[in-house]
């Protein structure tokens, strides 16, 4: 059976039965299949088999939301282990704060965080004088023990009737913030709706999410995840809210080295209504159309220089940096056998097999000491390459290549191939 067959399929055609969580309308068929793929948070002890699934990415025709078409259950999403926390960028918010109280909440005296990204944004709202709470709007654990609930449990408490007991108990703010938790959520219209019930007379929602243009852009695979629902663009992100019943205040992006962060400031209004979002939905019906035609030539490109890279042994090939997206980057491409060495120096990790993984995680001070190795694929933050080379300078000096697996830095195994021959 050939790569194609057993874990990415292009499809064309109408997904018969399945509608989009925007605009209602039925999904067409032409996206992407990841068949089998593991739980990108299963890290396990020992080397057992890993709990796979398929993703389907499909685009709705009418609406252009890129969305999983089925996400998959919470339980099978719930982490297993107690430390598999994510972070997200913060750098960005002492403007958000700036431009909020100079602007559209200069009156504000109060504000609420609902999910656990939220924090950040509160203490500084405190810091410049505002009443500041994090709401605790998941629901309560069931007591099956089988994990530690996270933002896929997260994201259930986003509802109307969660809300608005949520509501009754703490009453209602002046700046709502909800970040980086609605591409997480099965219902984002839903969960939009119900958050209505939490914003003051004159109050404002802040909605915060990834923008999915760089990585479409840049045929980057690895940003595809389960706990993913949606991806938003800023024009479907302003549909969303027009349909779940806001006026758009204003949306601003703030760029980021990977994936730009889109905060969007949005008011109540008395009815639900549609953005004009006409011409922006044809550019990324476009984008997206050739991020699915591209990736059988990029897998295939991919896949060849890291068997090269691996050379003869097989074991010349080491991953720094063993999150979510270097899971998925190795197991999309089927690159499991090339991978001699999964670095990472986050210690909870070390000495677990990363999901699909042949090998433990080792420390990078491990990782010295390995001379198979000629080629170290990167899969950090591009910004914190400079401290990873320094910590890794004993191997540049004895030949080793550095490669990022990201599609938009220069020079990565996907933008910059042809550097590799």
């Not at 999904?27 to 709990?51: H, I, M, W, Y």
């Not at 200069?106 to 709401?135: C, H, I, M, Y």
């Not at 045929?219 to 995840?225: G, L, P």
Request: glycine share 8%; charged share 20%.
């Amino acid at each position: 059976m050939d790569f194609v067959e057993k874990s990415v399929v292009v499809s064309m055609g109408i997904a018969t039965g399945f509608h989009c969580r925007l605009c209602g309308g039925l999904l067409n068929d032409c996206g992407l299949s990841f068949k089998q793929v593991p739980v990108c948070n299963r890290f396990t002890a020992p080397k057992e088999p890993v709990e796979c699934h398929n993703l389907r990415l499909d685009q709705c025709a009418r609406c252009q939301l890129i969305q999983l078409r089925e996400p998959l259950p919470v339980d099978a999403v719930m982490p297993r282990l107690p430390w598999i926390k994510y972070r997200e960028p913060e750098g960005h918010l002492d403007s958000v704060v700036d431009r909020l109280l100079s602007g559209h909440c200069s009156k504000a005296v109060s504000s609420f965080g609902v999910g656990p990204f939220d924090q950040p944004l509160l203490n500084r709202l405190e810091r410049r004088g505002l009443n500041s709470l994090a709401l605790e709007t998941r629901p309560p654990p069931s007591g099956q023990g089988k994990g530690f609930p996270y933002l896929e449990t997260w994201q259930l408490g986003l509802n109307a009737a969660n809300l608005a007991e949520i509501a009754d108990v703490h009453g209602k703010a002046d700046i709502v913030s909800c970040r980086y938790l609605l591409e997480h959520c099965h219902d984002p219209l839903g969960g939009l709706r119900g958050l209505r019930q939490l914003i003051s007379a004159d109050g404002v929602l802040i909605v915060e999410v990834p923008d999915s243009t760089k990585f479409l852009a840049a045929r980057d695979y690895s940003f595809i995840w389960e706990e993913h629902v949606s991806y938003f663009v800023e024009s479907t992100l302003r549909s969303l809210a027009a349909k779940a019943g806001y006026a758009v205040v204003d949306v601003h992006r703030y760029p980021g080295e990977l994936e730009d962060a889109l905060v969007a400031v949005l008011r109540p209004s008395a009815s639900e209504g549609e953005a004009d979002v006409t011409q922006a939905f044809v550019s990324q019906s476009d984008l997206f159309r050739l991020y699915v035609s591209s990736l059988q030539s990029t897998r295939q490109s991919v896949q060849s220089l890291v068997a090269a890279a691996a050379g003869p042994s097989g074991d010349g090939v080491a991953l720094f940096g063993i999150g979510h997206q270097a899971v998925m980057f190795v197991n999309a491409f089927d690159l499991s056998e090339y991978v001699a060495a999964a670095v990472d120096d986050d210690p909870n990790k070390c000495g677990y097999f990363p999901p699909g993984f042949r090998v433990r995680v080792i420390p990078s001070q491990a990782f010295l000491q390995d001379n198979r190795v000629r080629t170290c694929l990167f899969a950090v933050a591009p910004g914190m390459e400079h401290k990873i080379r320094d910590k890794l300078a004993p191997l540049a000096k004895r030949g080793v290549q550095f490669r990022s697996i990201f599609g938009g830095v220069p020079g990565s195994i996907i933008s910059g191939s042809s550097s590799w021959h």
